[in-house]
C-alpha cells in the first residue's frame, strides 16, 4: 500500500491503481505493432487515465477491473496474440464489466463509454467487447473481499 505524507493520498492511491491497469491491461498478450489507419488513438496510458478522469470511477471498480484483467491474464492461452488496439477494448469491457459488478444503478452503459471515448468505438462494438471479455472470464465475476484486500496491499 502506498502511504505518503504528501499530497492526498487517495489521489495517490488512485494514481498507482491507474498506473497498475495501464502495466497490466498493456502486457496481457503480445499485439501488433500496426496501428488502425481508420481509429487514432492516443497513448494507452493517456486513454486510460483521460477516461478514468471523465467517468470519476470509485477506487473499489478500479481495483476489480484490475483484478478481472490479472484474471483474464491466467485463462489466455499462451498462443493469443492481439491486434493494436486489443489493450484499449480489454480495458473498456474491463471497467465496464466492473461498473456494472458492483452498481446496477449507476453503473457505466455502452453508450456512456461512447461518448466520454468520444465514439473511437460505437455502441456496438462496445457491447461485442463486453460480451467477449465476459467469456473470456467464463462469465466468473465472482469477488471475495479478501480479494481485493490482497490486491489492495500490493499496491
Known sequence: MLISNQGNPNKIKRDSVLAYITVTVD???PCSNCKDQQRILPPLNEFVNSFIEKSKLPIPILLITLLYLTRLKTKLPSTAKGAYDTPYRLFLASVLTS??????????TSIRVCEMIQ???SVREINSMERSFLSLLSYD???TADQLQELNKSL
Open 119 to 121: 465514439r473511437q468505438y
Open 27 to 29: 502486457t496481457l498478450l
Open 99 to 108: 461498473s456494472k459488478y458492483l452498481s446496477d444503478l449507476n453503473s457505466l
Open 141 to 143: 465475476l465472482r469477488v
